[in-house]
Protein backbone atom coordinates (compact mmCIF):
# COMPACT_ATOMS: atom_id res chain seq x y z
CA UNK A 1 0.00 0.00 0.00
CA UNK A 2 0.79 3.69 -0.37
CA UNK A 3 1.16 6.03 2.44
CA UNK A 4 -1.03 8.93 2.40
CA UNK A 5 0.10 12.31 1.97
CA UNK A 6 -2.68 13.25 4.47
CA UNK A 7 -5.57 11.89 6.59
CA UNK A 8 -8.37 14.13 7.70
CA UNK A 9 -10.67 12.34 10.08
CA UNK A 10 -13.83 12.84 12.02
CA UNK A 11 -13.13 12.67 15.53
CA UNK A 12 -15.99 10.87 16.34
CA UNK A 13 -18.18 8.47 14.02
CA UNK A 14 -20.02 5.32 15.11
CA UNK A 15 -17.99 2.72 15.24
CA UNK A 16 -14.89 4.28 15.58
CA UNK A 17 -12.73 7.41 15.68
CA UNK A 18 -9.78 9.45 15.70
CA UNK A 19 -8.83 7.32 18.63
CA UNK A 20 -8.81 4.08 16.80
CA UNK A 21 -7.81 5.53 13.80
CA UNK A 22 -4.71 7.03 15.43
CA UNK A 23 -3.93 3.47 16.62
CA UNK A 24 -3.86 1.88 13.80
CA UNK A 25 -2.22 4.44 12.03
CA UNK A 26 0.72 3.79 14.95
CA UNK A 27 0.40 -0.07 15.46
CA UNK A 28 1.02 -0.44 11.40
CA UNK A 29 3.79 2.25 11.37
CA UNK A 30 1.88 4.67 8.92
CA UNK A 31 3.49 7.98 8.90
CA UNK A 32 1.36 10.89 7.75
CA UNK A 33 0.03 14.02 9.13
CA UNK A 34 -3.67 13.52 10.51
CA UNK A 35 -6.22 16.39 10.96
CA UNK A 36 -9.03 15.71 13.11
CA UNK A 37 -12.10 17.42 13.00
CA UNK A 38 -14.59 17.49 15.68
CA UNK A 39 -17.66 18.82 17.16
CA UNK A 40 -16.38 18.16 21.40
CA UNK A 41 -14.99 21.40 22.04
CA UNK A 42 -13.54 20.27 25.18
CA UNK A 43 -9.51 20.87 25.33
CA UNK A 44 -8.99 17.68 27.10
CA UNK A 45 -10.42 15.80 24.06
CA UNK A 46 -8.64 17.94 21.74
CA UNK A 47 -4.99 17.44 24.19
CA UNK A 48 -5.75 13.69 24.38
CA UNK A 49 -5.91 13.22 20.45
CA UNK A 50 -2.55 15.34 20.01
CA UNK A 51 -0.99 12.98 22.30
CA UNK A 52 -1.76 9.90 19.93
CA UNK A 53 -0.54 11.63 17.47
CA UNK A 54 -2.67 13.76 15.81
CA UNK A 55 -1.31 16.46 13.54
CA UNK A 56 -4.04 19.15 14.56
CA UNK A 57 -7.69 19.12 15.94
CA UNK A 58 -10.07 21.68 14.45
CA UNK A 59 -13.92 22.28 15.90
CA UNK A 60 -16.87 21.81 13.47
CA UNK A 61 -17.68 23.48 11.83
CA UNK A 62 -14.03 24.21 10.78
CA UNK A 63 -12.99 27.05 8.40
CA UNK A 64 -12.30 25.67 5.02
CA UNK A 65 -9.31 28.44 4.97
CA UNK A 66 -7.70 26.90 8.56
CA UNK A 67 -8.26 23.45 7.31
CA UNK A 68 -6.40 24.29 4.42
CA UNK A 69 -3.94 26.27 6.10
CA UNK A 70 -2.82 23.31 8.42
CA UNK A 71 -2.60 21.24 5.38
CA UNK A 72 -0.02 23.31 4.03
CA UNK A 73 1.84 23.80 7.22
CA UNK A 74 2.29 19.44 6.61
CA UNK A 75 2.37 18.35 3.71
CA UNK A 76 4.76 19.01 1.48
CA UNK A 77 4.40 20.56 -1.89
CA UNK A 78 2.68 17.23 -4.17
CA UNK A 79 3.07 17.54 -7.92
CA UNK A 80 0.33 17.05 -9.76
Known amino acids: YE???IVISDGEMPGGGAEELLS???RYAIEA???VLSGNNDPTFKAAQIARGATAVLTK???IREILRVIAEHTVEIAL
Open 61 to 63: PAD
Open 3 to 5: TPD
Open 33 to 35: PVI
Open 24 to 26: HMS
